[in-house]
């Protein structure tokens, strides 16, 4: 299964995610072609309700633990309520940060 579809199926599995965005950003990173190691998620969940930044966070991270240990090397994420969700219209930017090279390449 593509990192993609895993991560998607334990948002939706451990958070119950009602939405998602989940870009692969390898691409513009200093890493072999076709990787699956930055990613950029929206994650929208009830779950998320009565919690702070850092406990929404935590949250994604728990959730993805075991795909964090298999190969994602950068995860960007916002993490919202339905109520947050509809009161920024559907429209969330997540600019990641801009890669800084690693390798010297």
Not at 10 to 17: D, F, G, N, T
Request: glycine residues 6%; contains cysteine.
């Amino acid at each position: 299964m593509a990192m993609r579809e895993r991560i998607e199926e334990r948002l939706r599995e451990v958070l119950s995610a009602e939405r998602m965005l989940v870009v692969n950003e390898s691409d513009q990173h200093n890493v072999p072609a076709g990787s699956e190691t930055h990613w950029n998620v929206i994650v929208v969940a009830d779950a998320f309700s009565d919690q702070n930044t850092l406990a929404r966070h935590r949250a994604v991270y728990a959730a993805l633990a075991a795909e964090l240990d298999d190969g994602i090397h950068a995860l960007t994420m916002k993490a919202l309520t339905p109520e947050e969700w509809e009161a920024a219209g559907g429209e969330v930017a997540n600019p990641a940060p801009l890669c800084r090279g690693g390798s010297g390449r």
